[in-house]
């Protein structure tokens, strides 16, 4: 039985999808291009500098200039990241829920500590969170299970005990090698190239209130 949910920031429990559009823009506006809409940025959220760089700029992590490309929206992003981000429709009343139940949860993400901690705390999560794990508190992030595990060590409960949702097929990976129950949510950040039905989850809901017909 689960005792502990386990959520993805970053599309899954946090929609942040406005700050990483303008932190996007900030910097195509600097290199004298054209801005992209939020609805044209929003679906690349989840891949990171990686796809987000590759949406706005075209380049790929082997390109020679692609890590001062990195850093510079990394830092246009710690800039702006506490602008505007809100939980998901319907997730407040979730977690309220789990509370409610006696169950615990806690945040797993491959975001790095120094936008992690001043996002979680701008939203008053660390309050009645179990446990809040970034991509470098462990040697490495997801698709590896490290991350996950760590939280288990921090929320005292054991893989078996846990669901893990997210929205992207790192995700998955990562809980399956972890050994929890895997959720994707269809309401985050799915790109028209990803494949969510082939990711092997063991549920695919589609809003944040089918995440209590899971408990």
């Known amino acids: 039985m689960a005792t502990t949910i386990l959520f993805d920031l970053d599309g899954t429990l946090v ?69 505007s981000p809100v939980l998901f429709d319907g997730i407040q009343a979730v977690l309220d829920e789990i509370d409610s139940r006696g169950l615990s949860w806690g945040i797993v ?9 001043p996002l979680v705390k701008s939203l008053d999560l660390y309050r009645d969170a179990v446990c809040v794990i970034s991509g470098d508190d462990a040697a490495k992030p997801k698709p590896s299970p490290e991350t996950l595990l760590l939280a288990c060590k921090h929320a005292q409960v054991k893989p078996e005990n846990c669901i893990y949702i997210g929205d992207a097929e790192r995700d998955i990976q990562a809980g399956k090698a972890a050994g929890m129950k ?3 949510a269809m309401y985050g950040y799915i790109d028209q190239t990803d494949k969510p039905l082939a990711w092997g989850a063991d549920e695919i809901i589609s809003t944040p209130q089918d995440i209590l017909k899971l408990l």
């Open 182 to 184: 895997t959720v994707v």
């Open 15 to 83: 929609d942040t999808a406005p700050d990483l559009a303008h932190a996007l823009n900030l910097q195509l506006v600097k290199h004298g291009k054209s801005v992209l809409s939020e609805a044209e940025i929003r679906p690349f959220a989840s891949h990171g500098s990686r796809g987000l760089l590759g949406l706005g700029f075209g380049i790929t992590p082997e390109a020679a200039d692609f890590i001062q490309m990195r850093d510079e929206y990394l830092d246009f992003y710690a800039s702006v990241l506490t602008r």
């Open 109 to 117: 993400t491959n975001k790095p500590g120094r936008f992690t901690v």
